[in-house]
């Protein structure tokens, strides 16, 4: 901008220099002209060579005056004794200037009546007029200098003012490089990094999402697999300790545990990534409860547990994948199992067009705020926690809620689904 602003000083200020001093220059040949014709008046009307005294106006400050004869002699006045160029141009009949080093003179014609008798000249010292000229020259100057430091200064302050920002970008950008996405950028009043800002910072909650998912479904993942691998492991090693028994059905319960952890990655991987099962997908809620309670009662039972189910009659069918609500209720009878006593409860029942699972325990209750149940912690934490963050996030995702409706004594945990929508129970 500096450059741009003396570049502009230059290709202006010296044309405009140049036509300051040729304003200059004419502006006092006008007015030593002016000064000439008042002396060529004081000419006495013998003329010049007619003997008679002759008196020159009062000239003004620092102007000389002099009155020349046809024949180029001075008659009267200051100035040469010989005639000058201007002079000269005076007597063939027309009025002339000239700079002659240290003087600007003019001189116009004397006439008696068509006859040019004579010339008047006018003239003044030339540094009287390079002092004004280098007068408007130093004002010029002053003038672009001050635009160049304007210049500089508002460079100064844009260059300021965008620098911080683009600084701000940079390290994000550098944050985000490093796994760190819990970082923002603030609005700085430039539009364009403004809008850069905004879709950094997009990117940014987005990335930290995907990571933040991915985390989750690698601590639900292992969650969530820990109860089955451990029976997977259980059910091999009894029928390699007892190798007399059938190894047929130990090995068919071994696939349908896998089939099951197969099914619980799938369904945890598509929450992870934002995806929705089949969210309104019909389910048969009662097959589910029976097929969770079986899964868990032979656990329950060796700690001698019962685990009982009262499942109304007739339940219509909930819009909730029947993968995800059997994942949800494992979460909750695993919760059972582990942190309550006495017998486990799976109820289901009508609730309008819906259906309310109830998971139920008959421990003395669940301590502290409801509410931080559901918080997810870290993976090293006793308690609850993930598998119950797990399975609230699993429900709403698929538009079901997780409550716990009671808790203490005997707390109860219920799922809400919402019943088939007309045309999905149509199809």
Not at 68 to 79: E, L, M, P, Q, W
Not at 201 to 226: I, K, P
Not at 331 to 359: I, S
Request: with cysteine; charged share 20%.
């Amino acid at each position: 901008m500096v450059l741009v602003t003396l570049l502009a000083v230059v290709l202006f200020g010296v044309p405009l220099g140049l036509a300051a001093a040729r304003l200059f220059r004419g502006r006092e040949v006008s007015r030593l002209e002016r000064e000439a014709t008042r002396a060529a008046g004081a000419v006495p009307e013998s003329g010049l060579g007619g003997g008679d005294p002759i008196a020159l106006p009062t000239p003004a400050r620092r102007v000389q005056l002099a009155l020349y004869d046809a024949g180029g002699r001075r008659v009267a006045g200051v100035g040469p004794q010989a005639a000058g160029t201007e002079v000269q141009g005076a007597l063939a009949g027309r009025a002339s200037d000239d700079h002659d080093g240290g003087w600007l003179a003019v001189a116009v014609p004397v006439n008696d009546e068509t006859e040019i008798v004579g010339a008047a000249r006018a003239a003044i010292p030339w540094d009287a007029v390079a002092e004004d000229t280098h007068t408007s020259w130093l004002v010029m100057a002053g003038f672009g200098a001050a635009a160049a430091a304007l210049a500089a200064a508002v460079g100064w302050s844009q260059a300021s003012r965008l620098v911080a920002p683009v600084e701000a970008v940079a390290e994000l950008a550098v944050r985000l490089g490093d796994g760190d996405f819990a970082g923002r950028l603030a609005p700085s009043g430039v539009p364009e990094l403004d809008r850069a800002s905004v879709a950094l910072n997009r990117t940014a909650g987005r990335l930290g999402d995907l990571v933040d998912r991915e985390r989750a479904f690698t601590t639900d993942v292992s969650h969530q697999l820990n109860t089955p691998l451990t029976s997977l492991r259980l059910g091999l090693e009894s029928a390699l300790l007892t190798p007399d028994d059938d190894h047929e059905a130990a090995l068919a319960q071994a696939i349908v545990e896998v089939e099951r952890l197969e099914t619980t990655v799938a369904t945890l991987l598509a929450v992870a990534r934002d995806g929705q099962v089949m969210r309104d997908a019909p389910c048969a809620v009662e097959p589910v409860c029976v097929e969770v309670a079986d899964r868990f009662r032979a656990a329950l039972a060796g700690a001698g547990r019962p685990l009982r189910t009262d499942l109304e009659a007739a339940l219509p069918p909930a819009r909730c994948p029947p993968d995800v609500l059997r994942e949800i209720l494992a979460v909750l009878v695993d919760n059972a199992r582990q942190h309550g006593t006495g017998a486990v409860t799976v109820a289901a029942r009508r609730a309008g067009a819906g259906v309310v699972v109830d998971v139920a325990d008959e421990g003395p209750g669940i301590p502290g705020e409801a509410g931080a149940l559901f918080r997810r912690r870290s993976p090293d934490a006793a308690g609850h926690g993930i598998g119950l963050a797990l399975a609230r996030s699993l429900a709403e995702a698929h538009g079901a809620r997780l409550e716990l409706t009671r808790a203490a004594p005997h707390p109860v945990f219920s799922v809400a689904l919402a019943g088939v929508r007309r045309s999905t129970a149509q199809i």
